[in-house]
């Protein structure tokens, strides 16, 4: 165990529905990542929060969003889902708002949207 | 972030040393060395971060020489179970606003 907790694990849902993927952060780690994994793009970098705020956005669609709560859990909306969105997705956190000491990963949520 | 290269794939026998080499001609002062290791379906674990010279913990070695062009990760004696894909990533680890990101890693392959 990690220490980052994602929920659900497994997801199926129809295109064109709309999914919340959970993440608890590591005790202590204020800043939070998604990724989002899929077999032909790699590990994809969403989006950073750091205690509440959006740090860093990377190649997250206009139909994703996410937000960090006040209890530092973070949620991932993904809506009007396509076939493509199936993937796994990723949180992260870390101590701060880098790098240092290194980012811890949960197991991840797997999205199938069929 | 700097760019990084490494190889796709390696394969190796039960019990021998690994070395992993990762190019990164174009480090700046600040940046970091990292790396992360993925078995399927699982989220990347870190392994060991430097920068310079020689860093060692209990899973790995890290290798950086005095230019900080490339480096090796070392993995000794690896087991069927370090069978996984090794991330080499390089950034300045005090920035809070560049995360990391993850190229296409090394799949090591170890045979028994």
């Known amino acids: 165990d990690s220490g980052v907790t994602q929920t659900p694990k497994h997801l199926i849902t129809a295109t064109g529905q709309r999914v919340t993927l959970r993440c608890s952060p590591r005790?202590?780690?204020?800043?939070v990542y998604w990724y989002q994994q899929s077999l032909d793009q790699g590990l994809q970098f969403l989006i950073q929060?750091?205690?509440?705020?959006?740090?860093a956005k990377g190649n997250i669609l206009e139909r994703f969003s996410a937000q960090q709560f006040p209890d530092l859990h973070s949620e991932l909306n993904l809506s009007s889902l396509e076939l493509g969105d199936s993937a796994l997705y990723f949180c992260?956190?870390?101590?701060?708002?880098?790098?240092?000491?290194?980012?811890?990963f949960g197991s991840g949520t797997r999205l199938t949207v069929v | 972030l700097a760019k990084t290269t490494q190889p796709i794939s390696m394969d190796s026998y039960e019990g021998q040393e690994v070395n992993i080499t990762c190019s990164h001609n174009?480090?700046?002062?600040?940046?970091?060395i990292t790396w992360y290791q993925q078995f399927p379906s699982q989220g990347p674990r870190f392994i060991i971060q430097?920068?310079?010279t020689k860093v060692t913990n209990e899973v790995a070695s890290l290798f950086i020489p005095a230019d900080r062009k490339s480096s090796t990760l070392s993995l000794p004696r690896v087991s069927l179970s370090d069978t996984a894909v090794y991330y080499c990533?390089?950034?300045?680890?005090?920035?809070?606003?560049?995360?990391?990101?993850f190229g296409k890693g090394t799949r090591l392959s170890v045979i028994a």
């Open positions: 992260a956190s870390s101590v701060g708002r880098g790098q240092n000491y290194g980012y811890t």
């Open positions: 990533l390089v950034g300045d680890v005090n920035s809070g606003n560049t995360p990391l990101v």
């Open positions: 005790s202590g780690d204020l800043s």
């Open positions: 929060y750091y205690n509440g705020e959006e740090r």
């Open positions: 430097g920068y310079k």
């Open positions: 174009n480090i700046a002062t600040n940046d970091y």
